[in-house]
């Protein structure tokens, strides 16, 4: 089974800096999309940024870029030039290609954002 | 834009009550889905819909059922909801492997209090 772990439960950052939230995932397929969504406090879940397990070259959505290391299973979300609106929940979340499109989650990194 | 709309926030039920969570989608997904969100354990799959009247059993079915009767339309039932399922319900939908898309668009959560 599929499994997406998140270590950091909790992250802070002073506005205007750069801050990365680790993810690590472990699949035995080859082909699968990894996202990034976010939960502000008004609880609307909304896409970050998506990458595809085949392309290598990591997404970019303006200030929110990955690394997708795919040997190592590892997809890191950076958010460049943090802002007050960026403080949120973050979950990584995986999904298969074929067969079953279920998303799995990570349990979540509350990001704060330090004026 | 995609819109997934939960019919309520906030809910408060007694134990043993059969409880209804509605959900609908306005752009012809084939996929919806139900999660149950709590703190440290990020979101959980209880059910899956892949199209009318089909359903799979997502990672914590127990305690609940679902129907799909409508494509827009998926609803999340607590036979005898107990305060164990006291949490948060996120509905999502998704397109289907003929539709194209990879994400999920997601509704703004139902919080439901079990007393």
């Known amino acids: 089974a599929q499994t997406v772990t998140q270590s950091q439960p909790e992250m802070s950052v002073q506005e205007a800096e750069t801050v990365t939230l680790s993810c690590t995932y472990d699949t035995s397929e080859s082909d699968y999309y990894l996202f990034w969504y976010k939960q502000p406090p008004s609880r609307q879940m909304i896409l970050v940024i998506r990458q595809e397990a085949y392309k290598q070259q990591n997404a970019t959505e303006n200030r929110f870029s990955v690394n997708f290391q795919k040997a190592a299973k590892s997809f890191s979300l950076k958010i460049s030039d943090s802002q007050l609106g960026d403080a949120a929940m973050y979950f990584c979340?995986?999904?298969?290609?074929?067969?079953?499109?279920?998303?799995?989650f990570g349990t979540g990194t509350r990001l704060t954002i330090i004026p | 834009d995609v819109k997934v709309t939960q019919s309520s926030r906030y809910l408060v039920k007694r134990t043993g009550e059969k409880v209804f969570l509605e959900c609908v989608q306005d752009?012809?997904?084939?996929?919806m889905f139900w999660y149950r969100q709590d703190p440290g354990l990020g979101l959980r799959l209880i059910y899956f819909s892949y199209d009318v009247k089909m359903k799979e059993k997502g990672d914590i079915p127990e305690g609940y059922s679902v129907s799909r009767e409508k494509k827009e339309r998926f609803s999340l039932i607590l036979e005898s909801a107990s305060t164990n399922q006291t949490s948060m319900y996120l509905c999502?939908?998704?397109?289907?492997?003929?539709?194209?898309?990879?994400?999920?668009?997601f509704g703004q959560g139902t919080r439901l209090t079990v007393v």
């Open positions: 979340a995986y999904r298969a290609v074929f067969g079953n499109e279920k998303l799995t």
């Open positions: 999502a939908s998704s397109l289907g492997p003929g539709q194209g898309g990879t994400e999920a668009f």
């Open positions: 752009m012809d997904h084939e996929n």
